[in-house]
């Protein structure tokens, strides 16, 4: 594949042995549809499904190199860098394990506060596939950012529980002091990697912990072959990031994507 190219590049002394991109081969796609992560009519199949391996520092301050994701191919050496930048950074994550190892299950990973990206499944309250069906989408440290789903007579229902901790009174985010592992820190590394959509700007529901891209680009990037999908995605990216510079100079200019979810 295209994309195993760009492992050499990224690969250093300090990563584990294991490649830094990797992707699925038969066992592994067979686990994954085991699992129910993977099914029919999925968006993507294995064959576009890449393994995105990182370090990162925990909530104790300690590097971990077993950080994983999956994510589409296209797209995949920009998230290693993403997630190599965060490290950097040392923006913990509390872990970050592939959602087979929950059988696909969202809930037991949010209630884990575990990292994760791609899942074959509904958008939360159902409808069409959820951009993480894509390999494109990623929700971050979910006890620090948790999902909020306005419920009957006010109430709001909070996913999971304990990122109540992470919301003031009347069950919001706005003002609420910035404390280490949310969202809020890390919404521009995000979007340079065309992750520009972010779930803490939508009105209803808000989720905090997740990045994605527009609809309309996954669609098109799922649809195209690895090697075409790729080099629409640069253009994608260089145009964005072309466009955040001239907004420096130009207050009105718009730059992000703001597909609905």
């Given at each position: 594949m295209f994309v195993r190219l760009f492992s050499l590049l990224l690969t250093t002394a300090?990563?584990?042995?294991?490649?830094?991109?990797?992707?699925?081969?038969?066992?592994?796609?067979?686990?994954?549809?085991?699992?129910?992560?993977?099914?029919?009519?999925?968006?993507?199949?294995?064959?576009?499904?890449?393994?995105?391996?990182?370090?990162?520092?925990?909530?104790?301050?300690?590097?971990?190199?077993?950080?994983?994701?999956?994510?589409?191919?296209?797209?995949?050496p920009e998230v290693s860098q993403l997630f190599h930048?965060?490290?950097?950074?040392?923006?913990?994550?509390?872990?970050?394990?592939?959602?087979?190892?929950?059988?696909?299950?969202?809930?037991?990973?949010?209630?884990?506060?575990?990292?994760?990206?791609?899942?074959?499944?509904?958008?939360?309250?159902?409808?069409?596939?959820?951009?993480?069906?894509?390999?494109?989408?990623?929700?971050?440290?979910?006890?620090?950012?948790?999902?909020?789903?306005?419920?009957?007579?006010?109430t709001v229902r909070v996913s999971p529980p304990a990122g109540a901790a992470y919301l003031n009174r009347r069950a919001a985010r706005p003002g609420k002091p910035p404390r280490s592992g949310m969202a809020e820190d890390v919404i521009g590394l995000f979007a340079a990697a065309g992750f520009t959509v972010w779930g803490g700007d939508w009105d209803t529901p808000l989720d905090y912990q997740h990045f994605q891209f527009s609809r309309e680009l996954a669609q098109r990037l799922a649809a195209l072959p690895e090697r075409e999908a790729r080099q629409l995605y640069l253009r994608q990216i260089k145009a964005y990031r072309n466009c955040l510079g001239e907004r420096r100079s130009n207050a009105g200019t718009a730059c992000a994507f703001t597909q609905a979810p």
């Open positions: 300090a990563l584990p042995a294991a490649p830094a991109l990797a992707a699925l081969d038969q066992p592994a796609c067979e686990r994954l549809k085991a699992s129910r992560v993977l099914r029919k009519q999925a968006p993507v199949g294995c064959d576009r499904l890449t393994v995105v391996r990182f370090p990162y520092i925990d909530f104790s301050g300690a590097k971990r190199d077993d950080g994983e994701l999956m994510v589409l191919d296209a797209v995949a930048a965060l490290h950097r950074r040392r923006f913990p994550l509390a872990q970050a394990r592939l959602i087979d190892h929950y059988g696909g299950d969202d809930e037991a990973s949010m209630r884990d506060n575990n990292t994760s990206a791609f899942n074959q499944r509904a958008v939360t309250g159902g409808g069409p596939p959820s951009l993480h069906a894509y390999g494109l989408a990623i929700d971050i440290n979910p006890a620090q950012n948790p999902f909020l789903q306005p419920g009957d007579n006010g």
